[in-house]
């Protein structure tokens, strides 16, 4: 390996473990694998079948492969490209053969990565079936905490789809966006797990892609929660510019006057509740950093000081 080719993998290597997710983005193949399906690199792949892998192979677009008369007439949807990058990863209940459909009823694979109090996981997936809802197949991303005593939740789910959901041979029309935030208590050790299963029968077969998986920290004044502070968060701001988001739990709710328990000591003298008053289509709880139920100077201070701060 010559220095620069050492250099340069290292370097890729580097940026995908620092984003927590190794190859989330799905760009590199697994280096030992050269036939037809070349699964990601980073990923454990599920082996409980009569073939003994799934099918979990890098895409640059996805054209379904039908085997049966009903779905070859009823099937036209497809996936022109990948959601970032230049590849993602689909995988599918069928396709690791010409014979290899009944024997697949899922394709998994997974990872362990560990999330931090105020990290953020998001990515995109694309659901699409050759089958129909009489067998409702499904693909799902979730976690699984790595420890089952740890007292982490036993399953949370990122992102779930199914035949129902998108109907008979169909698929959701494009990539979905998911996100998921984690606080004290649902931070810690997953399994990261992405699959896509048969219901009942094993023939009709389903596709989950996946793609842009990421995590990232959340900075503070990320009004959007897209892990920088930057011109995005400054435009929800001024839209929200000098409102009022009081939390309606201080007010008595037949009175609409303040509670006079409420701790908190932010109501200015005389408020009054009225609903009529907020505007829902306000970013005003988003805007208010401060958690002081006004949009003003302060939410600015704390935006500016963390100006074009990157937490990926
Ligand atoms: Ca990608
Ligand atoms: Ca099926
Ligand atoms: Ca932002
Ligand atoms: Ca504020």
């Known amino acids: 390996m010559t220095p620069i080719v050492r250099i340069s993998l290292f370097l890729l290597l ?22 037809w399906c070349i699964p990601p690199w980073g990923w454990q792949r599920a082996r409980d079948n009569a073939y003994g892998d799934s099918y979990a192979s890098l895409h640059r677009y996805l054209i379904p492969n039908p ?66 809802l009489q067998y409702n197949d499904y693909g799902k991303i979730y976690l699984k905490p790595v420890d089952p005593n740890s007292g982490l939740p036993e399953e949370i789910v990122l992102a779930y789809c199914d035949v ?44 989950l892609a996946v793609d842009g998986l990421s995590v990232c920290t959340i ?32 007010f008595d709710p037949n009175t609409l006057l303040p509670k006079p328990d409420y701790p908190g000591g932010m109501l200015p003298p005389g408020a009054v509740y009225d609903p009529n008053l907020i505007d829902p289509n306000c970013p005003c709880p988003q805007a208010d950093l401060n958690k002081d139920w006004f949009v003003d100077t302060l939410d600015l201070m704390i935006l500016t000081d963390h100006w074009l701060k990157n937490g990926n």
């Open 14 to 35: 580097g940026c995908t473990l620092w984003g927590g997710i190794r190859n989330g983005g799905f760009e590199i193949p697994d280096p030992n694998i050269t036939e």
């Open 67 to 132: 085997q049966y008369d009903r779905s070859k007439q009823e099937v036209k949807w497809s996936l022109p490209g990948p959601y970032e990058g230049r590849r993602f990863v689909v995988l599918c209940t069928g396709d690791l053969g010409e014979e290899s459909d009944p024997f697949i009823i899922h394709s998994t694979i997974r990872q362990t990565v560990t999330f931090l109090p105020g990290q953020r996981i998001s990515g995109a997936y694309f659901f699409g079936t050759c089958d129909f």
């Open 164 to 207: 129902k959901i998108v109907g008979d041979f169909k698929s959701t029309n494009t990539w979905i966006p998911f996100q998921y935030d984690f606080t004290e208590q649902t931070a810690g050790t997953y399994e990261l797990i992405c699959t896509v299963k048969d219901v009942l029968d094993t023939i009709y077969k389903s596709y």
């Open 219 to 250: 900075q503070p004044g990320d009004i959007n929660h897209d892990c920088s502070v930057d011109a995005e968060d400054f435009h929800i701001l001024s839209q929200a510019w000098l409102s009022w988001c009081p939390d309606p739990n201080a």
